[in-house]
């Protein structure tokens, strides 16, 4: 167990709704990571909140936002869900200090209708 | 934009042979990572390398970086049935910002046969 930790495990939405995943990071990590993981894919970095303030983003429409709060955990919104929105979504926390492990969690299957 | 390659994506392997996944990517970077995820379940950090040269052995995998060709390579050795799933190099590519962003290969699926 990397003590990171996901919610919630699975959701299915219908196109158009709203989604909110949360994050708990692992104790002592400051740095949050998001990724996208389609079927038999590798992971796709979303984006990457340090501090409560975002730290890099990869290419993804900006209906994908987040944000971190003062305890480091994290959340991740997509709005207007489409149907190639569904994946799994990961969360990984690091220490922020460069050359460190990204843990992972168990991510959120989204399944979107 | 950081590419990375790995191949092979589907691997079929007996118990007790050896073989070598390999991981090519497209610019510079100053760390690679080896990650095994299981069916259903989230990605387990198993090697991180820093430098040119670098080697990291655990059980009956070792990883090896090569910064000049670019290239990663991971070496099953002794294969058993416990070692399917599916791994993936990711690197961190050098960019100003400071991002922590990692970039995935694809994966190789392996499977360990008896």
């Known amino acids: 167990e990397t003590g990171v930790t996901q919610s919630p495990t699975h959701l299915i939405k219908t196109r158009g709704q709203q989604v909110t995943l949360r994050c708990s990071s692992q104790?002592?990590?400051?740095?949050v990571s998001w990724y996208q993981q389609a079927l038999g894919q590798g992971p796709q970095f979303i984006f990457q909140?340090?501090?409560?303030?975002?730290?890099g983003r990869g290419n993804f429409p900006p209906r994908f936002s987040g944000l971190q709060f003062p305890n480091y955990s994290s959340e991740l919104n997509v709005n207007a869900l489409e149907l190639d929105d569904s994946a799994l979504y990961l969360c990984?926390?690091?220490?922020?200090?460069?050359?460190?492990?990204?843990?992972f969690g168990a991510g959120t299957r989204l399944s979107v209708l | 934009e950081l590419k990375v390659e790995q191949n092979p994506l589907f691997l079929s392997m007996q118990e007790g042979k050896n073989y070598t996944i390999y991981c090519n990517y497209s610019?510079?970077?100053?760390?690679l990572y080896w990650y095994r995820q299981d069916p259903g379940k989230s990605l387990e950090s198993l090697f991180v390398?820093?430098?040119?040269?670098a080697v990291k052995q655990e059980g009956r995998l070792m990883a090896s970086l090569d910064t000049k060709a670019r290239l990663s390579t991971l070496h099953i050795t002794a294969a058993v049935h416990d070692l399917s799933a599916t791994y993936f190099c990711?690197?961190?590519?050098?960019?100003?910002?400071?991002?922590?962003?990692?970039?995935f290969g694809k994966g190789t699926k392996l499977t360990v046969n008896p």
């Open positions: 990984a926390s690091s220490l922020g200090q460069g050359l460190d492990i990204q843990y």
């Open positions: 610019t510079t970077s100053d760390r």
């Open positions: 990711a690197v961190h590519p050098i960019t100003q910002g400071g991002s922590e962003k990692l970039v």
């Open positions: 909140y340090y501090r409560e303030e975002e730290n």
């Open positions: 104790s002592g990590h400051n740095t």
């Open positions: 390398l820093l430098s040119n040269g």
